[in-house]
Nanobody, 122 residues
């Protein structure tokens, strides 16, 4: 069993940056494709980014491409989401998730964190 814990969320002004971290316990992350998702109030959970176990393949959603990057440090059992040029529309709860599949769809992630709140003020 893998437990995922997100951190790094908070309140930031538009144009600012945050780096989210997702740290695993119970099992190493190195075998999992890891993803980041977000859910804004009144909206469905949306895919943001994913990274394969060896970091060779990265996918970023069009809505955040050029502003957000995903990376991982398997030695630290941690995945990161660097968010730059934040906009009020980025306000949401951000979740990390892990999947055994190399290229999982949104419904293919088995392990989920509890989420961290990101609020961007205008």
């Amino acid at each position: 069993q893998v437990q995922l814990v997100e951190s790094g969320g908070g309140l930031v002004q538009a144009g600012g940056s945050l780096r989210l971290s997702c740290t695993a316990s119970g099992r190493t992350l190195s075998s999992y494709t890891m993803g980041w998702f977000r859910q804004a109030p009144g909206k469905e959970r949306a895919f943001i980014a994913r990274i394969t176990p060896n970091s060779r393949s990265i996918n970023i959603a069009d809505a955040v491409k050029g502003r957000f990057t995903i990376s991982r440090d398997n030695a630290k059992n941690t995945v990161y989401l660097q968010m730059n040029s934040l906009e009020p529309e980025d306000t949401a709860i951000y979740f990390c998730a892990g999947s055994w599949l190399v290229t999982p769809g949104t419904n293919d992630y088995r392990y989920w964190g509890q989420g961290t709140q990101v609020t961007v003020s205008s």
